[in-house]
């Protein structure tokens, strides 16, 4: 089993930034990538960025290239989200994500084990 927490969500002005963090406690010895995804009201749970954990390889959707940016401790077991020239359309829930299985798919929720509660993010104009 394992358990995740994120944090950092908040409301913030169009442009400005929000840094989220998701902590992993439990099996984490085995993690092959964690991930973050959103959803907003109405709308499916999107990928947003994932990271394998060995080789850190990183992985982003066409949305949010060239603003945020994923990372890790591994020494915290801990993924970071920075999120940059925030706009409305970011606005939603953001959810952390584990995957312990190798599946080689990190661009999509089948691929992740476990998820965490998620955090909301609110991007005003």
């Known amino acids: 089993q394992v358990q995740l927490v994120e944090s950092g969500g908040g409301l913030v002005q169009a442009g400005g930034s929000l840094r989220l963090s998701c902590a992993a406690s439990?099996?984490?010895?085995?993690?092959?990538?964690m991930g973050w995804f959103r959803q907003a009201p109405g709308k499916v749970r999107e990928f947003v960025a994932a990271?394998?954990?060995?080789?850190?390889?990183?992985y982003y959707a066409d949305s949010v290239k060239g603003r945020f940016t994923i990372s890790r401790d591994s020494a915290k077991n801990t993924v970071y989200l920075q999120m940059n020239s925030l706009k409305p359309d970011d606005t939603a829930v953001y959810y952390c994500?584990?995957?312990?299985?190798?599946?080689?798919?990190?661009?999509?929720?089948?691929?992740?084990?476990?998820w965490g509660q998620g955090t909301q993010v609110t991007v005003s104009s």
């Open positions: 994500a584990t995957a312990i299985i190798a599946r080689g798919v990190v661009v999509s929720t089948v691929g992740y084990d476990y």
């Open positions: 439990g099996r984490t010895f085995s993690t092959y990538a």
């Open positions: 990271i394998r954990w060995s080789g850190g390889s990183t």
